[in-house]
Structure formats: C-alpha cells, structure tokens
C-alpha cells in the first residue's frame, strides 16, 4: 500500500552502472515534482536529484551531477534514477519523494509529503 516503491538497488562494484526505479501504486501524483533523497550509516538523508512534472527541469547533488541523471515516464507513473561511475561514497539507502503541495520540489526534505522505504544501494571492491 506505500505510494511509492523503490526497485533496482544491489552490490556493485565501483565504476559499475544501476538504474533506480520508482513506482506510483496509482495516479495521485500527476503534476507532482519528485526527487531521490538517499542516506548513508551515521548521516543524515540528503538530496540527490529532483525532477518536475513536466521532466524538463532537473537539478542535481554536486556529488552526483555529471554521473547520475533522473528521468521520468508519466504515463506509467514511474520516475527513474540512472547512476552511472559509481563510487564507494554512494552506498546509501535510495529514497524516492513526491512533492503535491507546493509542486516546486527542492532540497529539502519537509517539501515532500509523500516517501518510499527505500532501495539499498552497496557500492564496494
């Protein structure tokens, strides 16, 4: 019954390739901005990338911009993360949001109502 499900976390090895899905279990977030938020052992959980409706505008983490690139398809209700030169720093537990208040998205993580349970991303040699 979670709004929002995350799939495609794994092990990989540094400079390898994963492509985070998450998936609407209905259709309440047409015209929603989301984002991907992650959080590593002993850190607080903190922006990744964010995307809104009509996927024209993203913004990036600058530890990730350049590597990972966020997508979405509307007509399944389902936003993308392609994290590309994975490096040891990026293990984390991937989070999907959706912002339906403002619809602005951004940084923050009191922007967004709406939270998956998260994906395990292991990236290690």
């Known amino acids: 019954q979670a709004p929002l499900v995350e799939t495609g976390g794994g092990l990989v090895q540094p400079g390898d390739s994963l492509r985070l899905s998450c998936a609407a279990n209905d259709r309440i977030f047409t015209n929603y901005a989301m984002a991907w938020f992650r959080q590593a052992p002993g850190k607080e959980r903190e922006y990744v990338a964010g995307i809104k409706w009509s996927g024209t505008y993203t913004d990036y983490a600058a530890s990730v911009k350049g590597r990972f690139t966020i997508s979405r398809n509307n007509a399944v209700n389902t936003v993308y993360l392609q994290m590309n030169d994975l490096r040891p720093e990026d293990t984390a537990v991937y989070y999907c949001?959706?912002?339906?208040?403002?619809?602005?998205?951004?940084?923050?993580?009191?922007?967004?109502?709406?939270w998956g349970h998260g994906t395990q991303v292991t990236v290690s040699s």
């Open positions: 949001a959706a912002d339906g208040k403002t619809r602005l998205g951004g940084a923050r993580r009191s922007e967004y109502e709406y």
